[in-house]
């Protein structure tokens, strides 16, 4: 992501999840003018970049095929991209998705899968030449060493990028809390992120997950305090981005993470 300013800052993506289903919603925002005005308020609020996704990815999620998730989306995206300033992420596992949605001008796909689910979607991004966010993810939370081995997935994941032409400078990485992870590995990712280093941006998409279910025992629509406590430590940490539902809570208080990490 050559235009961020990644070791310096920690960018904020704002999620806007056009689905009825969302773990964290609830489909507050299914409906292209909801999901718009949505956008709109995150990019007021000081969002970075927005991650629109179209089919819900929380645990026991209902798959939807590739044109209604394209209905969904693409719509959102066009009229993001014609009527605020801001980067748009595609949230998508589906190459076919995701070159839709580069098509109705996506800058970067956000792939749960890490480029492994979809053999097409690397040779996607590399074709549109579009910054793309690999994540880590296991059929099976099962380990034999927890963080080497997602280091060395994560590995796996950069190199089927760069085989397909992806940039260099267009990878970052996401070592995907809340998927093929136990709450206790959750927690240790956030602990010892630095150790997944490997000379890549890094995002974190913490935000309302069950880790803080675990470690707090609070429901969904309890967590955004502690989903602040977790985006901080994940930009004092040196993360270059942080996954949000809400912005205007995060923003101050990850700037003021990186400016203590910095100093």
């Not at 235009?3 to 806007?16: A, H, L, S």
């Not at 839709?100 to 796909?109: N, Q, S, T």
């Not at 949000?244 to 208080?253: C, T």
């Amino acid at each position: 992501m050559k235009n961020f300013d990644v070791k310096n800052k920690t960018y904020i993506m704002g999620i806007v999840n056009v689905t009825p289903d969302s773990f964290s919603d609830g489909g507050r925002w299914y409906g292209q003018d909801a999901a718009v005005e949505h956008a709109r308020k995150l990019a007021e609020e000081g969002a970075d970049i927005i991650d629109v996704g179209g089919e819900s990815t929380r645990p026991g999620y209902i798959p939807v095929s590739d044109e209604e998730e394209i209905r969904r989306v693409v719509p959102v995206i066009e009229r993001i991209k014609k009527e605020l300033s801001v980067p748009v992420s595609v949230d998508t596992y589906k190459s076919a998705v995701a070159r839709a949605a580069l098509e109705a001008g996506a800058d970067m796909v956000n792939d749960i899968w890490g480029f492994k689910k979809d053999k097409d979607m690397a040779r996607v991004a590399a074709e549109y030449g579009a910054a793309c966010c690999l994540m880590h993810n296991r059929e099976r939370a099962e380990y034999s060493s927890f963080i080497p081995d997602v280091k060395s997935d994560l590995e796996e994941c950069v190199n089927i990028a760069l085989r397909a032409g992806v940039k260099q400078e267009n990878i970052i990485l996401d070592p995907g809390i809340g998927f093929a992870k136990t709450p206790v590995h959750n927690l240790i990712v956030l602990n010892r992120l630095e150790e997944l280093d490997l000379g890549y941006p890094v995002l974190v998409g913490a935000s309302r997950k069950s880790l803080i279910g675990y470690a707090l025992n609070l429901p969904v629509e309890r967590r955004e305090e502690a989903s602040v406590a977790a985006a901080v430590i994940a930009a004092y940490k040196g993360a270059a981005f942080v996954r949000v539902h809400n912005v205007a809570a995060h923003r101050n208080a990850v700037d003021m993470a990186r400016a203590v990490a910095k100093a």
